[in-house]
């Protein structure tokens, strides 16, 4: 329930945020064929049994985009693709990635490249924590989507995907300004380094870590934060505070959404990005974030067991 107001909130915010902001044209296009390669499901390095779907192919990159025809998933899965003309994949990490058949594969690349990166910021083609890989493989709880069409997805393809498929977090076609361009742009990169990192807090770190990442309640360290700052330093536009009404429609005030969001602008500011858009108040530099942060939240951020992002992404994972 809380995952729908997640999706609820995004769902109008990035759109109005878009159009408000959009003045270039948009012209759509359809692209060129998918590779095929097969996926690469879980972590780790040496082995090469072939039948055993967690051990990767070593000569893959975990960042690599193949047809969703080769992926090593269920044939109930793949079917559910089929019939929605999903047909672009990516699993990096074995983590679900699968786009529209009309998304262009520079773009379902770049949002594998950037899932890769967050996943293995050293790059050495290892998951830097194993467990929150296997935990964000359950594509059953999870995974993510590149749509095309809005109604065509809420009316059809998402009803059938979600028969076998858990939750659905999308990095859709109407948030980006451009689909056009032969590469993502600024804003289309941003929207998807926000979507994945909701994915990750949301059913990857809220999971492992509750007491410090929780986004199921207010008693976590990121919800004690988002609380702390809320009304004064952070305010999503869809939330009421004293004297400064919401500025759109809809509601974010479930802490799966409120945490989820705040904490997305904290994490990439911090790490020296540029957040997609930013709540109402909120810093636009680092060391302004900085300075309103609470050391318990830095220290739980700057503690190498949780692996928070702490440079920018290069967004350049080799494919
Ligand atoms: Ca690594």
């Not at 945020?17 to 948009?26: K, N, P, R, Y």
């Not at 072939?50 to 079917?79: G, M, N, Q």
């Not at 493989?137 to 393809?157: G, H, I, K, T, Y």
């Not at 809809?250 to 705040?262: K, N, T």
Request: contains cysteine.
């Amino acid at each position: 329930m809380h995952q729908r107001i997640l999706q609820t909130m995004t769902s109008l915010f990035w759109p109005l945020a878009i159009s408000t902001a959009m003045s270039l044209g948009c012209a759509s296009t359809k692209d060129d064929a998918p590779q095929t390669t097969p996926s690469d499901p879980n972590d780790s390095s040496s082995s090469s049994d072939a039948s055993d779907p967690r051990v990767p192919d070593a000569t893959r990159s975990p960042a690599s985009v193949f047809a969703c025809e080769d992926a090593e998933l269920p044939s109930e899965v793949l079917a559910a693709f089929a019939a929605s003309e999903f047909t672009r994949c990516a699993m990096p990490f074995g983590i679900v990635l699968a786009a529209d058949d009309r998304m262009p594969e520079t773009y379902v690349q770049k949002a594998a490249q950037i899932l890769a990166e967050l996943m293995d910021v050293d790059m050495d083609g290892r998951a830097d924590h194993p467990e929150l890989a296997a935990q964000l493989s359950q594509w059953s709880v999870a995974w993510l989507a590149m749509p095309w069409d809005p109604e065509r997805w809420e009316n059809e393809q998402l009803p059938a995907l979600q028969r076998v498929l858990g939750y659905d977090i999308v990095i859709p076609r109407w948030w980006m300004e451009s689909s056009s361009l032969p590469d993502p742009g600024i804003q289309e990169r941003a929207m998807m380094v926000e979507e994945i990192v909701h994915f990750m807090t949301q059913f990857g770190w809220s999971e492992l870590f509750p007491a410090q990442f929780g986004v199921t309640g207010w008693s976590s360290v990121i919800a004690r934060e988002t609380q702390a700052a809320s009304c004064d330093w952070w305010q999503h536009p869809e939330n009421d505070c004293p004297g400064s009404p919401a500025e759109y429609p809809g509601d974010c005030s479930d802490p799966s959404c409120d945490i989820v969001e705040f904490y997305q602008q904290v994490l990439v500011l911090r790490a020296g990005m540029t957040p997609g858009w930013f709540g109402i108040g909120f810093p636009r530099d680092k060391e302004t974030l900085e300075a309103k942060l609470s050391q318990e939240l830095r220290d739980v951020m700057d503690d190498p067991q949780y692996h928070q992002l702490r440079q920018p992404l290069g967004m350049d994972y080799p494919f």
